[in-house]
């Protein structure tokens, strides 16, 4: 069934953490109704709106890690290609700060 995938850890871990967020907020929004919120992003946003661009905001940084890892490699002149953990990493806290601050 998953087989057109890659799983490798990073990418299941990042699916997963997806999986649970989503099941946070639903719970979240069911116990807690939220209202707009007007924060640094240009438009009033609820929990949901914010947690929708956050997710969008990881997905392309993480599209972008794997895309030029090849070139941070070059320009860092490493022996590897960074791993994908620092893009996860760096996609979290994009997330949480769209989430707090957004």
Known sequence: ??????????VAV??????????FMTIWEIKSPTSLRKGWLPIATTRGDRLFIGLLCAAYLNLAWVGLSEKIMYWL????????WISFVLSMIVLLLIMRKG
Not at 1 to 10: D, I, K, L, R
Not at 14 to 23: G, K, N, P, Y
Not at 77 to 84: D, F, G, I, N, T
């Open 1 to 10: 069934m998953f087989t057109w995938m890659v799983w490798t850890t990073p």
């Open 14 to 23: 990042f699916f997963s953490v997806i999986a649970l967020l989503l099941i």
């Open 77 to 84: 002149k490493l022996e590897q290609e960074p791993s994908v």
